[in-house]
């Protein structure tokens, strides 16, 4: 007697790959071929499939889509169509579940009426007897334990390998040779070019833009981006510190591991990059482009040195001053740069132009000097980080502080009480050192070079708009342009620009 397609039981199946890093789907497939074969070794139909590809059945917080999609139609008993569904057939039960509380819905949706079916590819399970459903439970507390397991040891292999200065594995790092250890030549220093641009006061975009210009790629052959470009230069490898989830690895005095790698720059230009996006994170960026911080840095290229920089000061008939911000344009009947007021509808007054040339050099000038003044103040007066002795000896009590807990001389509660008062600390001193160390930077800096720069005509040893605007920035608030008195014809006349300093550091 031959066995017709409504003899069959119809069922659907479930297939889940935890990750899939070729994006092929092959684990799923491979699943859905053990399930045909058991759906016809059983005698039984699959009349829909569920999978959920690329997810944890573990991982708090990831929704498996089909799984629950599955649970509903089990519960239902019939599919959207009204095809019936009598059951659910899987390879295994951890690709079905992994936590308890998922193991129990499953069952109360495929237990919801009697005479449903469960098999993986060792035949039938009959989730109706409470001693299969026990089991079932243990088998996911076991799994989850299993899965606990293996996570610590993966997270004390890579301490390990961290704390032996190993490099990560995965893809080569920008700036090294695929052995991961070897500086790539021409890559490291790009990389330590563009520290060096970024510490002097370029904008991250204009070391993007150059970048992608001349038609440098990632390791992974894409064009560079600002975020992927920002992430590398934060990396710590750069100056050879080994880190696990971008935390830096510390061994017990408490000092950063070093990496088996060779480093492209210093940790203090490291330490000094870091601040300079730490007084980035979570500011407001105005729409000139700037980051509202201490020390604003220029986000966006500008064609012209002092546009939105410089402000009108013409009077009023009210007796107020202007205050407009001057825009930059090119005047054509002349063949140059000015800088002009806004018209009176966009909030300015209109009534005042500049030429730019001019006012640029005069600026440029005006501003080199007083860097100059105030770096050579600084080197003068600025010694050693004040609080560096608080530091090393709240490091040393953290160090103590562990020793005695690995003895047992000290109660738990003790032990994490006094830690929680003392990683902030000790957090807080760091940022504080890192903050001193960048001005340290900074004003350490050959301005006699700065200078040479400023004005050279090679392009690539030229500072771009970008950097010459952070310096004016880090100098001064803003410049007001004065108007021409109507006897003072056409010369330029410095006296009518007026620059307003910032205070020195």
Wanted: aromatic share 6%; net charge positive; glycine share 8%.
């Amino acid at each position: 007697m031959s066995v017709t397609e409504s003899d069959l039981i119809p069922v659907v199946d479930y297939a889940r790959a935890s990750l899939d890093k070729a994006k092929d789907r092959h684990t799923v497939t491979d699943q859905q071929a053990v399930n045909d074969r058991t759906a016809a070794r059983l005698g039984c139909r699959i009349v829909a499939r569920f999978s959920d590809n690329d997810k944890s059945a573990m991982k708090e917080g990831v929704v498996r889509d089909d799984f629950e999609a599955m649970l509903r139609v089990l519960r239902a008993g019939r599919l959207k169509d009204g095809t019936p569904v009598m059951g659910c057939i899987v390879v295994a039960d951890d690709r079905l579940v992994r936590k308890t509380g998922d193991y129990e819905r499953f069952v109360d949706a495929l237990t919801y009426d009697e005479g449903r079916v469960y098999a993986d590819q060792r035949g039938f399970q009959d989730l109706y007897n409470e001693n299969v459903e026990s089991m079932g439970l243990m088998g996911a507390v076991i799994s989850r334990m299993e899965v606990k397991k293996m996570r610590r040891r993966a997270r004390a292999w890579n301490r390990a390998r961290a704390l032996e200065g190993q490099p990560k594995k995965g893809h080569r790092p920008f700036g090294w040779q695929d052995d991961r250890l070897t500086l790539d030549e021409a890559e490291s220093a790009l990389l330590r070019k563009a520290v060096e641009r970024l510490l002097a006061g370029a904008s991250l975009n204009s070391i993007v833009r150059d970048w992608q210009d001349k038609g440098i790629l990632t390791p992974r052959g894409n064009p560079w981006r600002s975020q992927t470009i920002r992430t590398t230069i934060q990396n710590a490898r750069l100056c050879g510190w080994r880190t696990i989830n971008g935390e830096l690895v510390r061994d017990e005095a408490g000092k950063p591991i070093l990496g088996q790698w060779e480093p492209i720059i210093t940790p203090k230009q490291w330490e000094a990059v870091k601040e300079i996006f730490q007084r980035r994170k979570g500011m407001q960026v105005i729409r000139t482009g700037e980051a509202v911080s201490p020390l604003p840095f220029d986000h966006r290229e500008h064609s012209y040195l002092l546009s939105a920089i410089a402000r009108c000061g013409k009077i009023l008939e009210d007796g107020t001053m202007c205050n407009g911000k001057l825009r930059a344009g090119y005047d054509k009947s002349r063949g140059r740069g000015k800088y002009f007021c806004h018209s009176k509808g966009s909030g300015g007054c209109g009534g005042l132009a500049r030429r730019a040339d001019l006012v640029d050099m005069f600026v440029s000038e005006a501003v080199l000097a007083k860097l100059e003044e105030r770096a050579k103040r600084t080197r003068t007066d600025r010694g050693p980080w004040p609080k560096e002795r608080e530091l090393t000896e709240k490091s040393e009590q953290m160090q103590a502080l562990r020793e005695r807990f690995h003895q047992r001389k000290i109660s738990n509660t003790l032990f994490f009480e006094m830690v929680e008062r003392l990683e902030p600390e000790i957090e807080a001193l760091r940022a504080e050192k890192q903050s001193y160390e960048l001005y340290a930077q900074q004003a350490d800096l050959d301005l006699t070079d700065i200078r040479r720069r400023w004005y050279s005509k090679d392009d690539e040893d030229r500072l771009d708009i970008s950097q010459k605007r952070a310096y004016i920035r880090k100098a001064l608030h803003t410049v007001i342009v004065h108007p021409v008195g109507k006897r003072s014809g056409n010369q330029f006349n410095p006296d009518l620009l007026e620059p307003i300093w910032r205070q020195a550091d």
